[in-house]
């Protein structure tokens, strides 16, 4: 059992012997006990809680790190929500109150409170510790000790959690602990946490654009989103016991965010597309990028990048070799396009250099590469050769499922997705079942490929619940026994976000909304439709009634010399069918989703009911938001569709009622963003410049004016592919560029 409680009993005599405590204190024990004494009072004693109040202190020594301290404070934070005060935080004994809270690495503590059992790296423990009573000194001391920095971090966030309430999401959840008088801790209580299952876990906080509009940092901070938010962000991770982050997508090594994961104590990874932490989509105008003719400059960069990241800040390297957007490097290097094996061997090259490049800088630096699309296909051709000492991680689809096909072995992880935008995927509302994230993390458990876990959550609102379950797995693993356990996770976290009342009824309706969407054709395993989906399905078909092709992308994800790519119609991608027949498969799918989406819609309306009033806006927010989001727009894109279909049939009026209809269900997915932008969230819709549901609105009111006169003005030939979040997302950088001398 990961939570088996172990009972330490230290002598009188070394307790003495620490000049930490004056009185015999035993962790776990009283008195009587460490005298080997079975008397009737200390079974008194064993069965007595013991109790904190607002007198309670807080006892850091004057070495414990800043991270500890940071996590310290969120702990006072928390102690002042459940007992209306902050306890003092004290750096001596002398100033301890008679209960105090002793929070230290095990290495530092006094030799008579240092445990056996925390040899693991990053495992903790929660104990108690008596007194006599009467003393100067504290008689009753809660330990919350780890066996290194991050160790001792989660000692603090799991006490809080357990014994005060907390939430480790509460930030996004809005759940606050209940207010007490008196905390109650058992007498006897001596917990030991082991090291978590996956060594490396955390964040990439990736498509940030719901967070950049409503917490944008540019003018204050010069960055995306506020510092104020990136730190409730790193507070998030070390919560739910990850280690690392990769805060942001095309970021530069020197970012203010950077420094302060660093402070928070979080190591620093970097995704798939920046290698060394290259912002290749900032890459020089006139520079050539090309590992084959010019590899001289690439190395460079690439150094400059390595030696920008802060020298004291702890990162796991990154490695390997994209474009200058997150898209195959083939795509930019014209020897080694189509040629697999080529493009194998000389992303192997890139890989070593890259390597000796960062051991130049850090001699015991720890690196990983990321399997994304088209390493995963390199790889089980054989054509990419991972050294050795590189971590390898398998990526997912952007949907919950693996790609690693059965090879994955022992040591090796995973990059996952609980947000996807590509598209089709989801931007604002769950997607990934949580039976799913429990088969496939589970084959990776069964390998023991926990090397690391890299969750994608894009802007971590909206797919809070999946967070919750991926970031469980990568801290504790799965009971030996999964089956089932989906469904106790629901059950679980529906009591404890809307209250006990509510939870079966609430568990039902994930449960079903999770198997809602229509699937898109031709795909296995089966893929649902995302929100991302219904609203570049509803946009494409609008645009190429009202324009045609040619149509053009414009660069988002990329350099902003790189010129717009012209799209010439379905025959350049053969699997895209032309528009009659997508017209027609959409209108079958949607209209056979549509009454499971209404049904769930009234299932979801009348659990409403069960739920905490206190609990009710988060419901909206996260449940009903969430629901109506996905139910309207299936509405929506099936009414597009359909007026698309009657508007080429000369049926114009049928096709202005197909219009009316898409309008309501768009203005039904306003009110329900609405309804969710309480309070500190005033807002957060704002950035919404990736599913794009207002730039949806605007095609459909443009495409209702051309019903009644076609010589209205027309929109723009440009599909929506994201050039708008990216142009906000990335403003803060300015006209800087990677450095490449």
Known sequence: MRDETVRLCLSSAKLIASGLLLGALAIGCSAPVLAGADSQSTRKTHAESVALDATVTILLSPEEPGPIVEAAQDLQSDFAKVLGKKPRIVRHMEDAAPVTVLIGEESKLPEGLRSAGLTEPESFLISLAHGPEGKSQPNKVVLLAGADMRGTIYAIYEFSEEFLGADPLYYWTDHEPVRRALIELPAALDKHFPAPVFKYRGFFINDEDLLTGWAPGEARDHTGISLEVWNKIFETILRLKGNMVAPGTWIFPDELQIKLAGKRGLILTQHHAIPLGLNVARWPKDV????TSHPEILERAWKNAAAAYPPDQEVLWTVGLRGLSDVSYAAFDPSVRGNDKALGELITKAIADQIQIVRSLRPDAKF???LWQEGTRLVQQGYLKIPPEVGTVWADTGYGYLQDKGLVTAGQGAYYHVAMMNGRANQLTEMVPVDRIDSELGRYLKAGATHYLL??????????MTTKAVMDIAWKGLPHEAAGESDRFYRKWSSEEFGARAAAKVADVYKEYFATPAHLPGEEPALEYGDNYYHTE???FLLEYMVGFPLYFLPGQAPTWVTP??????SENPRMPDRADALKGEIQRCSEAQPRWDALWTKAVVAEQLVSSERRPFYRAHVLAMIAIGRES????????EAVQDAEKGETARARTGVARALEALDEIFKAEQNAEYGKWKGWYRGDWLTGIQRTRELVQIFAKQLEDPLSPMPPPVF??????????????????????
């Open 565 to 570: 790519r012209v799209f010439s119609g379905p």
């Open 538 to 540: 509803a946009r494409r």
């Open 720 to 741: 929506w592919t994201g050039w708008e979040a990216y142009y906000h997302i990335m403003r803060y950088e300015g006209e800087r560029t990677a450095n490449v001398n």
């Open 455 to 464: 969750l994608n959550t894009s802007d971590i609102r909206p797919v809070s």
């Open 368 to 370: 990983i590469t990321s």
């Open 288 to 291: 050539p990028y090309s590992y």
């Open 634 to 641: 299936n509405q929506a894109l099936l009414s597009v569709a």
